[in-house]
């Protein structure tokens, strides 16, 4: 099979589909792996590497797409990449198509078979694709509201940890996911007076053991969530549909109720935000304000710290991408139904339903694709 990692075009993304080391895997087993000049860059990768790997460098995102049977990607095509997408190609990436009707229209207009990392789920549960973005994001979320929170970036100049005699921030992380977890650990360790909130007991339950009382729990109903918002410092919005567009948690009305300068996080805003007020930035631009509170609305956070995330990424995502370049995509679903989990698109056809009732589209069994 033919195999193409383009460079990534979406704002402040350094990521990059294939590591040299995953290349090496691919290329070992006798595919041709093409990758786009400079792909590697923001990882330290440069095309010597991948040349010493197996890889054929060529000069262009076209030359990628138009040559690659499979494209690796990290984010989603944006509408010039998708352009150049062609009947019955492969794109292996994360989508996120619930909040992007332009996307899936052009996906669906070029007859691709689109496999979205998000949704390919694992043998023991949960959505091993996006794990490790979600715990890198729920780490830096942190970071980036403590950030946020300091006066020259509009904030109410408080410090998470406190000092002696003066009381830590507030913190309120709405889900208690992967991405929640790793967002308290990180408020945790800095000190900061944390509550997470979750509508599952067993997820409660949990965080609750792990914590042993360094972070406090609450059932996620309509009271306790306005008076976590309205108590908190940094909210972290860290909820997740899978496949589907996140429900507006967090109302403008609740705004009104926090402290001027306080911060909201959304790690939602791949899958369209859990704030009413949210909408997408970008590294250049990564905060706005909406009644006196900063929102950081940045959908890919992880694009910061490339290296770190992109190896992550391929630790996951090489062993399918293995198994479709051996078997074809289709018998590759046939003998991994987690796989099969991952097809989002194909000929046409809507076959995720999350997806299609989010967009109040048509959906098509992935069945259908595979029969």
Not at 19 to 31: D, I, M, N, Q
Not at 44 to 72: C, E, L, N, R, T
Not at 274 to 289: L, M, N, R, V
Request: charged share 20%; proline share 4%; hydrophobic share 45%.
């Amino acid at each position: 099979m033919i195999i193409g990692t383009p460079r990534e075009v979406k704002n402040h993304e350094h990521r990059v589909g294939l590591t040299p080391e995953s290349v090496r895997e691919l290329t070992v087993r006798g595919h041709i792996v093409l990758v786009e000049s400079g792909a590697g860059a923001g990882i330290g990768a440069v095309d010597d590497h991948y040349v010493a790997a197996g890889a054929k460098i060529v000069a262009s995102a076209a030359d990628v797409y138009g040559a690659a049977d499979m494209v690796v990607k990290v984010k989603e095509p944006q509408a010039s990449e998708r352009a150049m997408l062609r009947q019955g190609q492969i794109l292996y990436a994360y989508l996120h198509l619930a909040p992007d009707p332009d996307q899936v229209r052009d996906l669906l207009a070029a007859g691709v078979v689109a496999i979205a990392y998000e949704t390919v789920t694992g043998e023991h549960g949960g959505l091993p694709l996006l794990k490790p973005m979600s715990q890198v994001a729920g780490r830096m979320s942190i970071q980036a509201g403590a950030t946020a929170l300091q006066k020259v970036h509009g904030g109410r100049g408080v410090l998470l940890g406190g000092v002696p005699g003066v009381a830590p921030a507030k913190v309120c992380v709405i889900g208690g996911g992967v991405v929640g977890f790793n967002a308290a650990q990180m408020a945790v360790g800095l000190g900061a007076d944390v509550s997470i909130l979750d509508r599952d007991p067993d997820v409660l339950e949990r965080v609750a053991n792990h914590f042993e009382g360094r972070a406090k729990t609450r059932f996620s109903d309509q009271a306790n969530l306005a008076e976590c918002v309205a108590e908190a410092d940094l909210v972290i919005g860290a909820v997740l549909i899978p496949g589907g567009a996140a429900p507006k948690l967090v109302t403008r009305a609740m705004l009104k109720t926090m402290r001027a300068g306080s911060v909201l996080v959304d790690v939602a805003i791949d899958q369209g935000g859990c704030f009413e007020t949210s909408h997408a930035t970008t590294h250049a631009d990564p905060t706005y304000i909406v009644d006196d509170i900063v929102h950081y609305c940045v959908g890919n956070m992880p694009g910061a710290v490339a290296r770190t995330s992109t190896y992550a990424l391929n630790n996951v995502t090489l062993p399918h991408a293995l198994r479709i370049a051996e078997l074809g995509w289709q018998e590759a679903m046939r003998r991994n139904s987690h796989l099969a989990d991952g097809l989002n698109v194909w000929n046409g056809h809507i076959t995720y339903r999350a997806v299609a009732d989010a967009l109040g589209m048509e959906y098509v069994p992935m069945e259908s694709a595979l029969a």
